[in-house]
């Protein structure tokens, strides 16, 4: 069975950085083909994929919003996924997920697996 715990979250200033951390039930973490951060505005139903990575090749993937800014990695010892963000706004607050699937197309919203999210919020 795939787990996946967020954590990081936090209230923050505008230009400020996080650092969310994604751990991956070790027993499935080597079969993953996808890994996506997504993140929940607030009053809205849609998951925004923020950013996203084929991990055979590391091809990554950011939205507009967050190119530049937001950095996604893994650490394949410690079966964990970040995703580093800096200069946030008050528009990047919300609830931020993680994601992961043995296959698929992993630039798009279609996930099996999923965290149970992690609140970011944003002051300006």
């Known amino acids: 069975r795939v787990k996946l715990v967020e954590s990081g979250g936090a209230s923050v200033q505008a230009g400020e950085s996080l650092r969310l951390s994604c751990a991956a039930s070790?027993?499935?973490?080597?079969?993953?083909?996808?890994m996506g951060w997504f993140r929940q505005a607030p009053g809205e139903a849609r998951r925004e994929r923020v950013a996203?990575?084929?991990?055979?090749?590391?091809?990554?993937k950011y939205a507009d919003s967050v190119k530049d800014r937001f950095t996604l990695s893994e650490d394949a010892v410690e079966n964990i996924f970040y995703l580093q963000m800096n200069n946030l706004k008050p528009e990047d607050a919300g609830v931020y997920y993680c994601?992961?699937?043995?296959?698929?197309?992993?630039?798009?919203?279609?996930?099996?697996?999923w965290g149970q999210g992690t609140q970011v919020t944003v002051s300006s």
């Open positions: 994601a992961t699937d043995y296959g698929g197309s992993c630039h798009t919203n279609q996930y099996n697996f």
């Open positions: 070790e027993m499935t973490y080597g079969r993953f083909r996808c």
């Open positions: 996203s990575v084929l991990l055979i090749t590391g091809d990554t």
